[in-house]
């Protein structure tokens, strides 16, 4: 079992930064895939980017590539999304989730954090 709380959430301008954490309990944690998810107004749910087990691995939705990432530290359960050069389309509710594996249902996720971002 594993329980995910997203935070660092808020409102920034268009342009600047924010850095999201995903805090994990359970001492398997460092066995899951990890991905962000992000869900605006009246939208279904976008997958943003997903993170290996290890951390060597990353994958990232063409529309932040280049802008966030993603990475882990297994020895504090958390996972981040450094989130550079934002845009208004960027603001959404996002959220972390853990899979056992790549192709696998995310099974556990956040209750999610607001993104905001004006122009």
């Known amino acids: 079992q594993v329980q995910l709380v997203e935070s660092g959430g808020g409102l920034v301008q268009a342009g600047g930064s924010l850095r999201l954490s995903c805090s994990a309990s359970?001492?398997?944690?460092?066995?899951?895939?990890v991905g962000w998810f992000r869900q605006a107004p009246e939208k279904g749910r976008e997958f943003v980017a997903r993170?290996?087990?290890?951390?060597?691995?990353?994958y990232y939705a063409d529309s932040v590539k280049g802008r966030f990432t993603i990475s882990r530290d297994n020895a504090k359960n958390t996972v981040y999304l450094q989130m550079n050069s934002l845009k208004p389309e960027d603001t959404a509710v996002y959220y972390c989730?853990?899979?056992?594996?790549?192709?696998?249902?995310?099974?556990?996720w956040g209750q999610g954090t607001q993104v905001t971002v004006s122009s």
């Open positions: 993170i290996s087990w290890s951390g060597g691995s990353t």
């Open positions: 989730a853990a899979a056992v594996g790549i192709g696998q249902p995310y099974d556990y």
């Open positions: 359970g001492r398997t944690f460092s066995r899951y895939i």
